[in-house]
């Protein structure tokens, strides 16, 4: 993930924000997108666009949380200048007309700026327009003497009374005078976009810091739960955890890492001298070169979790992979593990994929043989039983693993 991380749609398509700014460009902002995105380590998030409605909009103190890890943040236009109007004290940056209405309390309804619109697949393209947008297009008709006041009074009364998706200038223009429409066509104004244009060329700039003075998050039992664990390539994880399988150290590792996720959002924390004191235990036990990627904040936050550490198991299934990855890095293996799913995949990558069997001159067989091995069992177990012995979720998955594994053993090492 780049540098800089930008939300947005549909105030501006995403290629267009690609020409303005070198970003990652990530779909409108919806709760825990912000800690996610965190786990990259960006330095700057701008929001512009954000859900919300049938999906959970994005959360105050996922932002407090970038802020106190010395990410900047910088909101406008649409979900973007609500938050950042929001969290200004706290050393959120916003940019543009709307944010500077809603932080002067000229704006207090979240559906000004509220528009619907299609999906990932269109592009997000709006299909209703924003009352913000609304409100500037009627006063510059007012200003160009399109409409008169009353005329513009009571296209802005009807917008206001429709409920957001249905805002669209056909059903506004019956109230216009003739004319109007035929002005529309060039003279709508579109606020939200000038705004996102605005605060993607105050990032260009160089214009948007953190803040000087980060506030403090109190760490929650939600934001423990939420907090983001790896920041590895999905593919490169996905290749460290099938050499951990095909180790045979899963099972271990998924139960130390799932009292881990149970001690984050159950446990007791140290802070102050107390946590600095389990760092340093940390840095006495764990070898350095499994503790380097990690900043001040991060380190402590290992140290606070492993402080908290409880011999107890909760449904955390789906959390493991992260939780694996951070309780390699507590025993120290995590460099030698990740250099030799590294050396896999790029192995495989250089020779073309996952290959079949008779490519390396075996059956599957033979392959399934191997895989047996590696659990400790008979060469002719069923496969579902070989799976299940080494944590693998199914056969085809473990098959795959093994291929991979079994390429890079004949050629990688060449």
């Not at 999906?55 to 943040?73: D, F, M, S, T």
């Not at 006041?149 to 009364?157: E, K, S």
């Not at 907090?227 to 994880?237: K, N, Y």
């Amino acid at each position: 993930m780049a540098e800089i991380v930008v939300f947005v749609g549909p105030t501006l398509p995403a290629d267009e924000v690609g020409r303005r700014l070198d970003a990652e460009v990530l779909p409108p902002v919806a709760q825990g997108d912000v800690l996610r995105a965190l786990a990259a380590r960006p330095r700057l998030l701008a929001i512009i666009d954000g859900v919300y409605e049938r999906v959970p909009a994005v959360w105050h103190k996922e932002i407090l949380y970038a802020l106190e890890r010395g990410v900047a943040v910088a909101g406008a236009a649409s979900m973007g200048a609500l938050r950042a109007a929001e969290l200004a004290p706290f050393g959120m940056v916003g940019v543009g007309e709307i944010y500077r209405s809603v932080r002067d309390g000229q704006l207090t309804d979240d559906d000004e700026v509220a528009v619907a619109h299609l999906g990932p697949d269109d592009g997000h393209r709006p299909v209703s327009e924003a009352m913000v947008n609304i409100r500037a297009t009627v006063a510059a008709a007012v200003a160009d003497g399109v409409l008169g006041p009353q005329a513009g009074d009571r296209i802005l009364t009807a917008a206001k009374r429709l409920h957001y998706p249905h805002r669209r200038w056909p059903a506004l223009l019956p109230l216009a005078p003739p004319g109007f429409a035929t002005w529309l066509k060039t003279g709508r104004r579109d606020v939200k976009a000038a705004d996102a244009r605005a605060l993607l060329d105050l990032i260009a700039g160089g214009g948007v810091h953190p803040p000087a003075v980060p506030p403090r998050v109190e760490r929650t039992e939600h934001l423990q739960l939420a907090r983001p664990a790896s920041a590895l390539d999905p593919a490169v994880e996905a290749d460290l955890l099938d050499g951990v399988h095909l180790d045979g150290d899963y099972p271990d590792l998924a139960q130390a890492a799932t009292l881990r996720l149970v001690a984050v959002g159950t446990g007791p924390r140290p802070t102050g001298g107390a946590r600095a004191e389990w760092v340093d235990r940390l840095r006495e036990h764990v070898p350095a070169d499994a503790l380097a990627d990690l900043d001040a904040d991060a380190l402590g936050e290992l140290a606070a979790d492993q402080a908290a550490l409880v011999h107890t198991c909760a449904a955390v299934e789906d959390r493991l992979p992260a939780a694996i990855i951070d309780t390699l890095r507590l025993w120290g293996q995590l460099p030698g593990r990740l250099a030799r799913a590294r050396d896999v995949a790029a192995c495989c990558e250089r020779l073309g994929g996952t290959p079949e069997p008779a490519a390396l001159g075996l059956t599957d067989a033979d392959v399934w043989s191997w895989c047996a091995g590696r659990a400790g069992l008979p060469p002719d177990s069923p496969a579902d039983v070989v799976a299940d012995a080494l944590g693998v979720p199914d056969p085809d998955r473990l098959r795959r693993a093994a291929l991979r594994h079994l390429l890079y053993e004949k050629e990688g090492r060449q």
